[in-house]
């Protein structure tokens, strides 16, 4: 089985300041990763995903993150960030080869203030 | 070209009706997801099937719920003699294979009040 544990709920930052987000996972098998955001009352639209190959991934919005295997690590990170990045930010994961079937973290609330 | 369409968008039942959810997939998908979220938690995965197949329901609780794909038409989420617990939003997301490399595409979600 695997488990996500996502350790901040509620991340505050100012407009154009950089942010991070921490994901870290656990599972007996290898997995792929992914990054979800949820604007308020809205369904989950993807960020990006680590499936193999480079541990630098880039997606959408500006937003990237790094697998960092030796941690169990997938943080999310932005350079600066803009009012309209305010959301709920969900790191997930699935086995390889198993379907696609997805384990979510709890979520972080990233809020940007002025 | 449509996303993933769930309706009712809202659901108000009082405790002992029945509420049925539904979730049109994107055209082409047939790998339908249904995932429950509680408020201040992430999602939960309840049940996957693919075109009238139960793949897995190993999220689904035991009693009053169930789910069902048919060949034609929409998924739907089915809960039988609801209570308060079962107030969530419940989401639906769909695949165009059950490869775990593939995007799932998530509706916006059906939000379920129970009074």
């Known amino acids: 089985a695997q488990s996500v544990t996502q350790l901040d709920s509620q991340v505050p930052v100012f407009e154009e300041a950089p942010v991070e987000l921490r994901c870290n996972y656990s599972?007996?098998?290898?997995?792929?990763l992914f990054w979800y955001v949820q604007y308020p009352n809205q369904g989950l639209q993807l960020l990006l995903k680590?499936?193999?190959?480079?541990?630098l991934v880039k997606g959408i919005n500006g937003f990237e993150a790094e697998f960092n295997k030796s941690q169990t690590s997938f943080h999310l990170r932005k350079p600066s960030v803009h009012i309209s990045d305010t959301a709920e930010y969900f790191c997930?994961?699935?086995?390889?080869?198993?379907?696609?079937?997805?384990?979510f973290g709890t979520g972080t609330q990233l809020k940007v203030e002025l | 070209n449509a996303g993933v369409m769930q309706n009712p968008r809202h659901l108000v039942r009082r405790r002992g009706q029945e509420a049925r959810l539904r979730c049109s997939p994107v055209k082409g998908h047939s790998h339908v997801y249904w995932y429950r979220q509680l408020p201040e938690e992430g999602l939960k995965f309840m049940v996957y099937?693919?075109?009238?197949?139960?793949?897995?329901e190993s999220g689904m609780p035991k009693e009053r719920f169930s789910a069902e794909f048919p060949k034609e038409g929409p998924s739907i989420l089915r809960i039988q003699q609801v209570v308060r617990g079962d107030s969530a939003a419940y989401f639906c997301?769909?695949?165009?294979?059950?490869?775990?490399?593939?995007?799932?595409?998530f509706g916006q979600g059906t939000r379920l009040t129970v009074v």
């Open positions: 680590y499936l193999s190959g480079s541990t």
């Open positions: 997301a769909s695949s165009s294979s059950g490869a775990s490399n593939t995007e799932a595409f």
């Open positions: 099937l693919q075109k009238e197949n139960i793949i897995d």
């Open positions: 599972s007996s098998v290898s997995v792929y």
């Open positions: 997930a994961v699935t086995m390889t080869g198993g379907g696609n079937k997805l384990t």
